[in-house]
């Protein structure tokens, strides 16, 4: 499977969806005009990869901020990876949080809660 690499911008996160290394990485601010647009390729990579994941995936989430429309497109890419978890496979979610923001801390105790993978909250310094 061919990574997928997007480059952040002021409005699109960073992204590196990596299959070898069993890495899925989405960093930055999420404000993207069309977020559904933005996020199916991403969506569609991990239906894929649910086919023959890594024997261990880590998800870093580093979102200094998201709108809601990509709230939404990140619990559909948490979805897919609670389906590769499900089917007997690690997932490890790393969700990262700057020390003063309690909003992100927040949304990813949320996420948390409605997925069934194994979280854990990082705090960075500003």
């Not at 404000?31 to 024997?55: C, M, R, T």
């Not at 801390?105 to 960075?124: H, N, Q, T, W």
Request: hydrophobic share 35%; proline share 6%.
């Amino acid at each position: 499977m061919e990574p997928i690499i997007i480059e952040g911008t002021p409005k699109t996160p960073s992204v590196r969806f990596d299959a070898k290394q069993g890495l899925v990485e989405i960093k930055g601010r999420s404000i993207p005009e069309n977020s559904v647009e933005f996020y199916k390729p991403l969506v569609d990579w991990l239906e894929q990869y649910a086919g023959v994941p890594a024997e261990r995936t880590v998800v870093n989430i580093h979102l200094e901020y998201f709108n809601t429309s990509s709230s939404k497109c990140i619990l559909d890419v948490f979805k897919k990876l609670e389906a590769i978890h499900k089917a007997k496979n690690e997932v490890l979610v790393n969700w990262y949080y700057e020390e003063d923001d309690e909003d992100m801390l927040e949304a990813g105790e949320d996420y948390e809660s409605i997925i069934r993978i194994p979280f854990k909250m990082i705090e960075v310094e500003d």
